[in-house]
């Protein structure tokens, strides 16, 4: 058993530090890019104005409440979905510049290069979150449930951009292109769009309605509201992922997992040959 566990263990190990050390890359790239961080950063606190305000009056919140509370769970699954864009355009320019085969050929662990773009992006993702949880105070939006239900939902949104970072990194690692990168962003949107996030699904035609209820993000908003207090929970006879969005979103993010980690680190490997 020893002699088994310690080489997997080495690996593990040298796997982790490697990792640790492309994290600390890539958080350095955006210090040398401070337009791209701030970009990111403000983006956030952007639309939490631009939906809340322009918006806002225009729209009728499920059973009462403030709409800028009811908004607040759709923005911040909106950032976390934002991650799946980030890190596709990061591995595409690093692969199209020539960058990934130069990690290749140094002695590291081949899944640390993977494991470097997801973690960094979970760190900046928690920046964002921070920067749009002070925008939503501001803004008249707080948590209903107490400290437990709030960290339940803010480690909810972490796990599932964790799992859709790996989804961008298998895209980027495809595409390898920059530029095509950059023209496949605004494919994302309508995910974020064809959901719950802005506004209700109720008054879609039927068929609209059950890709937006079957939709992940809307799973994830419909989690943040339960576990935030906010307006907006489902009522009546509505789809599985919204009757049990918390178990949706750990189901979603296992799946991604599964899938898109052996997909990732395999495609970044056979990318050397």
Request: charged share 10%; proline share 7%; glycine share 10%.
């Amino acid at each position: 058993m020893t002699a088994f566990t310690s080489p997997m263990s080495r690996r593990l190990r040298w796997t982790f530090t490697d990792g640790l050390t492309l994290v600390g890359r890539e958080l350095g790239r955006l210090r040398q890019n401070p337009g791209e961080l701030i970009a990111a950063l403000i983006f956030p606190a952007i639309m939490v104005v631009l939906f809340g305000y322009v918006f806002g009056s225009a729209i009728q919140v499920p059973g009462g409440g403030n709409y800028r509370e009811y908004l607040m769970p759709g923005l911040f699954s909106m950032v976390t979905f934002s991650s799946v864009m980030g890190v596709m355009v990061r591995v595409a320019t690093d692969a199209s510049r020539g960058v990934m085969d130069r990690f290749r050929s140094m002695p590291m662990a081949r899944s640390a290069v993977p494991f470097g773009q997801t973690g960094a992006d979970s760190l900046t993702g928690l920046l964002s979150l921070a920067i749009m949880v002070g925008a939503g105070l501001l803004v008249g939006w707080q948590p209903h449930r107490g400290l437990i239900p709030t960290a339940e939902a803010f480690l909810l949104l972490m796990v599932l951009r964790y799992a859709l970072s790996w989804a961008g990194v298998y895209v980027g690692l495809v595409v390898k292109n920059d530029q095509v990168a950059d023209q496949l962003v605004p494919l994302f949107f309508p995910v974020t769009m064809l959901s719950n996030s802005y506004v209700p699904t109720g008054g879609m035609p039927g068929w609209l309605r059950f890709l937006a209820d079957w939709n992940p993000v809307s799973a994830l908003t419909a989690a943040s509201r339960e576990l935030f207090g906010n307006p907006g929970a489902p009522s009546g006879h509505v789809a599985w992922p919204l009757a049990h969005p918390v178990a949706a979103v750990l189901l979603w993010s296992a799946a991604l997992l599964v899938v898109f980690v052996p997909l990732s680190v395999r495609t970044y490997t056979r990318r050397g040959r």
